[in-house]
């Protein structure tokens, strides 16, 4: 799997759409889900064990991947393409979540019984991500705003304002850029 930039990792209960949306390097174009069982292969590794794909699944998760990359760039001040919004709209009406209660009164939600391959997928993302917006941490999770990079970090920064995965690096290029532009 392709390691993550210099950032730590996003918390718990972000850390499967981090690692989902990473399993591609766009600057070194790398991508970590090239065949059905490097998909099986990381869903086991992320507390999905038993799911099974085929190309058409492995399609699907890598527009997912891309329509949920857009999202955290969103994070960051871009809009979400139509296509992207459509495509995540889709995919989360075949995956259903329920409402499961606890005897404290505590609410979750979680992925419905007996889904599979996608739909399972999906609905963990989904119950994962509706987890982080109940915590406030879903806006922190962002796409690097380089272009070539759009890695996907957690941003700690105490304002919450950071623009890139890493400031050593694309954040840097950005400053060469300016400045060059400048002079």
């Known amino acids: 799997m392709i390691q993550p930039g210099e950032r730590t990792p996003a918390p718990e209960p972000l850390v499967l759409v981090q690692d989902l949306v990473n399993t591609v390097d766009l600057e070194m174009e790398q991508d970590a ?3 059905p069982a490097e998909l099986s292969t990381f869903c086991a590794d992320h507390g999905l064990p038993g799911l099974r794909f085929d190309w058409d699944d ?17 994070h960051a001040g871009v809009d979400v393409p139509a296509q992207s919004l459509a495509v995540l709209d889709r995919l989360l009406a075949e995956a259903p979540l329920r409402l499961a209660l606890s005897a404290d009164g505590g609410a979750t939600v979680r992925p419905a019984e ?3 391959n996608v739909h399972a ?8 991500i509706t987890a982080s917006v109940a915590a406030g941490t879903w806006p922190r999770l962002k796409a690097c705003a380089a272009d070539t990079c759009r890695w996907v970090y957690y941003d700690r920064s105490p304002a919450g304002r950071s623009r890139w995965c890493t400031m050593s690096l694309c954040g840097a290029r950005n400053k060469m850029r300016k400045y060059r532009a400048r002079t």
């Open 58 to 74: 492995l399609e699907q998760v890598v527009t997912l991947r891309e329509a949920v990359r857009d999202v955290c760039q969103a």
């Open 121 to 128: 997928l999906v609905a963990q993302l989904a119950a994962d």
């Open 114 to 116: 007996g889904l599979r």
């Open 33 to 35: 889900l090239t065949r």
